[in-house]
């Protein structure tokens, strides 16, 4: 029987985040599934840092984008982990748009993010490429390397004294105060006692907390985004992030830089968990549906990229849009990590800890 005082379940950037958080004098290990830290969403992504432009009044993907953004400048800054505050144009392309941009408007003053009014004018001196009538510019918005971001996570939570254990399964919960869970490490069964269980396993997470709460109340369900590279369309490399507005599943297909100089649109919003499409077949529905602000792209121009999946979390059946971060009794769960989680992975890390100090 292993011993710890904390064991989270997921590797990727806020199971990271909250294993770096845990109060220094407590023994934490983290458990997690793939051979590596961060192989699902929190690798398989644009790598935006988000402004928090989008999300609902007073909810904690608003709360924690925001005060995550700002935290996550800073821990780059920092730790010499390659990024970039680029900005964000969000772009209207019609009279109706341009409307839902006036919505954005009076959002982000509410929530005091700092934006410009541009016109079709600019955008045509800055985006020659793009087709619009008006856009909102928002400096908060930027581009980082996230492979590298959690590389330094698992670095210094290892120099904290954190064990880190991958191709390790949860299985069951066998005992409950304290813990004992059941793991599957490698080819072998063993069993690990904690005081704090934390369940931030991303995809997972739902079926977990439904076998630890004995319940079956919560669910994921899958919508996929597929990526296309973008080459030999612009005259200079694209160096700042161009979205349409916002649509009902997500944030439209948009334009994103990195920092290589590439440039990958997407994700779109596909309710699938499939990893597998044909690429050839999907480019006409891309074209399709970023004709209107990029008329000039063409096939040639789109080359396969990578397909990501974002968790859409429902209880009792219900969608649930909000992150869900909770406490029942030493189990503490975070469901429906999906965008803007990467932002918002240092501040949610934060809460978690604060949270571990109350119940210890």
Not at 160 to 180: C, M, Q
Request: hydrophobic share 35%.
């Amino acid at each position: 029987m292993i011993e710890t005082d904390i064991l989270i379940i997921g590797g990727g950037a806020v199971g990271l985040s909250c294993l770096n958080q845990v109060p220094p004098h407590l023994n934490r290990i983290l458990i997690e599934i793939n051979p590596s830290f961060g192989q699902e969403a929190s690798s398989r992504n644009s790598e935006v840092i988000h402004s928090g432009i989008y999300y609902p009044h007073r909810s904690l993907k608003t709360e924690h984008c925001k005060i995550g953004r700002n935290e996550l400048y800073r821990f780059c800054q920092g730790n010499r982990i390659p990024h970039r505050q680029c900005g964000k144009y969000v772009i209207a392309t019609n009279q109706k748009e341009e409307e839902k941009l006036a919505e954005l408007v009076s959002h982000c003053e509410y929530e005091i993010v700092p934006f410009q009014r541009v016109g079709s004018d600019w955008l045509k001196r800055k985006l020659p490429f793009v087709k619009a009538t008006a856009a909102l510019f928002f400096p908060l918005s930027g581009v980082f390397d996230s492979h590298r971001y959690l590389q330094v996570l698992e670095n210094k939570a290892r120099e904290k004294g954190a064990v880190l254990s991958y191709r390790s399964e949860f299985i069951r919960v066998l005992d409950r105060d304290p813990w004992v869970v059941e793991v599957r490490e490698r080819e072998q069964i063993i069993q690990i006692r904690a005081k704090v269980l934390i369940n931030s396993a991303g995809g997972k997470a739902a079926k977990i907390s439904n076998n630890v709460l004995n319940t079956d109340v919560y669910e994921h369900r899958f919508c996929r985004g597929r990526y296309f590279g973008v080459k030999s369309f612009f005259q200079e490399p694209l160096q700042v992030l161009v979205y349409p507005v916002p649509e009902k599943d997500g944030l439209g297909i948009h334009l994103t830089p990195d920092l290589k100089g590439n440039a990958r649109l997407g994700p779109d919003a596909d309710w699938s968990s499939d990893l597998d499409c044909n690429w050839d077949e999907l480019k006409p529905v891309f074209l399709n549906q970023t004709a209107k602000y990029l008329p000039e792209l063409k096939p040639e121009n789109l080359s396969p990229g990578f397909i990501g999946l974002r968790p859409k979390l429902f209880v009792r059946g219900e969608a649930h849009s909000d992150f869900l971060l909770e406490a029942h009794g030493k189990y503490l769960h975070l469901l429906g990590i999906e965008s803007p989680g990467l932002t918002a992975s240092l501040s949610l890390g934060a809460e978690v800890g604060r949270m571990i100090e109350k119940i210890m």
